[in-house]
């Protein structure tokens, strides 16, 4: 029998409440935009060669290449970069990994900020993968799908609501994948869990933490190019949740938000104050420094509450300045157990076979033996070994990049789509807002127009 958590017509009848009033006419304001056709399901026409050009080959995007490059049914078109020595240093890592001579006619674009136009407009390729700083990504995913091409873009989506507007327009427009790539969705735990809630093993979903806890103030040395010369300013203007979707978007999955059962409502936000980036730019450099120039207005940490349409709560907590250990929290709570991370920890009503007797223990490092045993997710089985060898971040990059690669072959629905993108990232200009009016709630925006109930949830794919 299906508890009120897993009933949709349970939490329909209280939309009379103010809270679903609001959630109600965001939906019924968004259904008037569609231009397209819905994407949720969407599998594009197999593609047996995948021709595939890199915008931005820095920090991300140079591993991006390298890996796209090894795997069977891609052909590297094209790499454009502001700075020619990374451009180059990318074409040479794509000829050296391709198998025979795949990637041996790569045509760099550099040295102006429209080369990457040039060369959509020039290799016509299948799919675009973006690794730009983030005010570049709504902007050069909408074109790259006008341009008759797929997008894969680094996360975030986009930086402000209107912009993933756009971009769910144009992915509904012009018939083209927009996937935000959130690596963290194919790390073993996080699959793990996945397989565990899709089993029922800690009954109900009632509540997540999710986080992006990961001191990064040493990339302020970046001064004139790299990651640090253009997201320190991000810091210091922006006050909210500017990186949620690393710890979000397991816990989301987990939840088939967006996917049948059911939907982001609302969020509330508070940060701390904004002492840490300040502190570190007066303690390691010098006062007529431009890191010593900015006001940094950004809170060292922000916490945000998002209430879920069935009335579940996940806590999204983000701190890129504070020194402690990086986290990511992907904890889920159900109404048979929990399930955590950072450690790796289990407890479950009635006990974890070999190691806990009750859920007043947790079951971690040798004590998770017979969970591994029973529900590592298929993939890990089947791509983990390679992944583990390839690399990035532990294999989880390789796994969602073979992922890309095998699904767009296939002519399959991808693990993430348009609209998930767009809900991950609306946490942040939703924190900021919220911020400013001292917590006040925010309600999410439907980008599916109402369409994510008849969405199915993801499977756990073999």
Excluded at 103 to 114: C, L
Excluded at 337 to 354: D, I, K, M, S
């Amino acid at each position: 029998m299906k508890t009120f958590l897993n009933s949709r017509r349970g939490f329909l009848g209280l939309l009379a409440g103010i809270g679903g009033a609001v959630v109600a006419s965001s939906t019924s304001q968004a259904a008037t935009r569609r231009k397209g056709q819905y994407m949720g399901d969407y599998a594009a026409e197999k593609l047996d060669t995948i021709r595939i050009v890199f915008i931005g080959v820095g920090a991300r995007g140079r591993g991006h290449a390298k890996q796209f490059a090894t795997i069977e049914g891609t052909e590297v078109v094209g790499i454009c970069d502001l700075y020619e020595d990374l451009a180059l240093q990318s074409q040479k890592d794509c000829e050296e990994v391709g198998a025979g001579s795949r990637h041996r006619s790569i045509s760099v674009y550099s040295r102006g900020k429209n080369q990457w136009r040039k060369m959509l407009a020039e290799q016509k390729p299948d799919a675009v993968v973006i690794a730009t700083p983030w005010k570049d990504h709504a902007p050069m995913a909408i074109a790259t799908m006008e341009a008759g091409a797929h997008a894969f873009v680094e996360v975030p989506l986009a930086l402000t609501n209107n912009e993933l507007w756009d971009v769910v327009d144009t992915s509904e427009k012009t018939r083209k994948h927009c996937m935000m790539m959130e690596n963290v969705n194919y790390g073993r735990d996080e699959l793990l869990y996945l397989n565990m809630c899709r089993q029922g093993v800690v009954g109900d979903l009632l509540h997540g933490e999710a986080a992006y806890i990961h001191e990064l103030r040493g990339q302020m040395v970046h001064e004139k190019r790299g990651t640090g010369y253009w997201r320190t300013h991000h810091y210091a203007k922006r006050n909210g949740n500017l990186y949620p979707t690393h710890g979000l978007g397991p816990v989301a999955q987990y939840m088939n938000l967006a996917r049948g059962e059911d939907n982001f409502g609302s969020l509330v936000s508070f940060s701390t104050p904004a002492l840490g980036r300040a502190q570190y730019a007066s303690d390691n450099f010098s006062d007529g420094h431009k890191w010593n120039s900015l006001d940094y207005r950004g809170g060292d940490l922000n916490t945000s509450i998002i209430k879920t349409q069935l009335g579940r709560t996940i806590m999204v907590q983000w701190d890129e300045t504070s020194p402690r250990p990086y986290s990511r929290l992907n904890l889920v709570q159900g109404t048979k157990g929990c399930l955590a991370g950072f450690p790796t920890r289990v407890a479950l009503e009635g006990g974890v076979e070999g190691a806990t007797e009750d859920h007043h223990k947790w079951a971690e490092g040798e004590g998770l033996a017979a969970i591994y045993e029973k529900y590592e997710h298929p993939l890990q089985k089947r791509l983990g070994a390679l992944a583990k060898k390839m690399g990035g971040h532990g294999g989880m990059d390789f796994m969602m990049r073979y992922r890309i690669v095998e699904c767009l072959r296939k002519g399959e629905p991808l693990d993430q789509n348009v609209y998930e993108g767009a809900f991950w990232s609306a946490v942040a200009p939703l924190s900021e807002e919220s911020v400013r009016q001292g917590g006040a709630p925010q309600a999410f925006p439907d980008f599916t127009r109402g369409d994510w109930s008849e969405t199915n949830p993801l499977g756990v794919v073999s």
